[in-house]
């Protein structure tokens, strides 16, 4: 077994109990610590051959890459961005979805001390113009897709920070190559000193992460946030050392870095990288877990849902030893299906773009369905009503952070030049998450929803996962999403929007009997007065549903 990097960062790796995890648990922060030269390059020199990613695509191409070569290639990678002039704090928009280059490319910004911005390559022209401006974007990086390099040409008059724009895999004019510069470039990259190094409190990536209102936030990590992911992949994802694994998520998001890069590596696991086409497929996804013997496994209930309409018994999983899930509530006959098929329990957790994981099912720990398990040593939870006194057991209460005693490693700095959204949430010694839930007599934390979000229904408060969960246990729902719409006498009433599993036919019978089953299940005023029987749910590339789109 090579070497892992676990013991460098943390004062203990193991633990008994979530009880010794919780007393214990304690991230050494060096001084002046770059991922890319502190993990990356280590490995590369003290075990190049160590294994780092296992890349494939939909079209049968695949690539698997050790630290040698990753540390190779993110040194070319910088050298030609230093070329095409970007410096240490300058801001570049990196839209490479899952195409391999992207590694390359964040490892090399990492190294320079340039700020990377992750973003989907769905972005239309207004939204790259609003990002552009809103952060100073300096350059743009893009991937081999028409409609996104034509809407950046078209957002490129109205952004006047936008120096420069490179591609992948294809040419056009105006536009730089990354892949012929980094064939020319050198594979030497010197770690920088002096002013040109970059401190533990320098903006290492800023991710634009939107709410239910208004315009998308600008939130900065510094260089220490990798450490703060040390306990997501380790002690939620349960990555090996040595092993591979497989976050289903795109880069453009936030959860890439929960499982695509930081707190994998710093684990000695490689990660696999699936580059399929926007459409996910379940079936595909499962032949990439047998053929490449992934180890753990972390997905939306979307993904695990359309999984297990596949027959998961056909496929060797017999490498997959553990499963997490995020971002989503989990239907019970997925999980028991996992469950039986497998011998997994899938394990629930909960954060933020802003934070690390900051509730989970952690390895010691019973598994509740349906919860999100207990907070993490690292975060200090409490649960307050709107008058901020914690509430009782049972109760809902927004979960909120209490920093006042110290600020968890991993957590953002701030809202990026956006003082007034920063005091909005995190005021006084306490960070607002926003997000409503309950808690029981052991500890566990139940989401309910958005505090924004939650539907006012003749004077009650409704979460709609609470309604989804309902939903998700009749035989005929696939999936859905529940909304308030506006109602004269009840201020607002519930809508779902269904997704039939196969063999269902939609009809007023079928909607009777879905409420009724509602009913029976929670509080009858949270039944859905208004159900509409759809083909498809939106959703984000990542798999995620839009709710907003409903």
């Not at 999984?307 to 018994?313: C, K, P, Q, Y």
């Not at 200090?380 to 009782?392: A, R």
């Amino acid at each position: 077994m090579s070497e892992n990097l676990i013991s460098r960062y943390l004062k203990r790796a193991d633990f008994d109990s979530y009880e010794d995890f919780v007393e214990n648990f304690e991230v050494i922060v060096p001084d002046n610590f770059n991922f890319a030269f502190d993990v990356v390059d280590y490995y590369a020199e003290h075990c190049p051959e160590k294994r780092a990613m296992v890349w494939c695509d939909d079209r049968g191409n695949e690539e698997t890459v050790n630290f040698g070569e990753l540390k190779a290639r993110s040194n070319k990678a910088a050298n030609a961005l230093v070329a095409a002039g970007i410096e240490k704090g300058d801001m570049v928009m990196v839209i490479l979805g899952r195409r391999i280059e992207y590694w390359y490319v964040i490892t090399g910004l990492h190294k320079i001390g340039a700020v990377p911005i992750p973003a989907t390559h769905m972005l239309k022209t207004a939204d790259l113009e609003y990002r552009n401006n809103a952060a100073g974007v300096k350059m743009i990086i893009a991937l081999d897709n028409d409609a996104l390099l034509d809407a950046v040409d078209e957002c490129e008059a109205a952004s006047p920070t936008l120096e420069k724009k490179m591609l992948i895999r294809c040419s056009r004019p105006g536009w730089l190559n990354l892949n012929d510069m980094m064939d020319e470039a050198s594979d030497v990259f010197d770690r920088p000193t002096g002013d040109k190094a970059v401190k533990n409190d320098d903006p290492m990536v800023v991710y634009f992460t939107s709410g239910t209102s208004g315009m998308p936030k600008m939130l900065i990590h510094d260089f220490v946030y990798p450490l703060g992911h040390i306990q997501t992949a380790k002690f939620w994802q349960n990555a090996e050392n040595d092993g591979l694994h497989f976050t289903v998520a795109d880069t453009g998001w936030a959860k890439a870095a929960w499982g695509k890069m930081y707190g994998q590596w710093i684990c000695g696991s490689a990660v696999m990288i699936y580059d399929y086409s926007d459409r996910f497929d379940g079936a595909k996804t499962l032949e990439v877990l047998a053929k490449h013997k992934v180890n753990t496994f972390c997905a939306p209930a979307t993904v695990y849902r359309m999984m297990a309409r596949e027959d998961i018994t056909k496929y060797d999983l017999s490498s997959l030893h553990y499963c997490v899930v995020a971002g989503e509530s989990m239907q019970p006959e997925v999980f028991d299906k996992v469950k039986n098929d497998l011998g997994i329990e899938i394990r629930e957790a909960f954060g933020q773009t802003e934070t690390t994981v900051s509730i989970a099912h952690y390895p010691w720990m019973k598994v509740k369905p349906g919860t999100l398990g207990r907070p993490s040593p690292e975060y200090d939870v409490d649960l307050i009503d709107e008058d901020g006194k914690s509430v009782p057991v049972g109760e809902e209460g927004q979960i909120v952070y209490r920093t006042n005693k110290r600020v968890p490693v991993g957590m953002f700095k701030g809202y990026y030049r956006n003082e007034e959204q920063t005091k909005e949430a995190w005021r006084d010694g306490i960070y607002y998450t926003g997000d409503i839930a309950t808690m029981d007599e052991d500890g566990y934390l139940t989401y309910v929803g958005r505090a924004d979000a939650i539907i006012k229904t003749s004077g009650y408060k409704v979460g709609p996962y609470e309604v989804e969960n309902a939903l998700a246990g009749h035989p005929a729902v696939f999936e859905s999403v529940v909304t308030g719409v506006p109602d004269p006498i009840r201020g607002k009433i519930i809508k779902a929007s269904i997704v039939l599993k196969d063999g269902f036919k939609a009809g007023e019978d079928l909607v009777k009997e879905i409420q009724d089953h509602v009913k029976k299940i929670t509080a009858p005023y949270k039944y859905p007065r208004i159900i509409e029987f759809v083909k498809e749910i939106p959703k984000t590339i990542s798999g995620k549903i839009k709710r907003w789109k409903q």
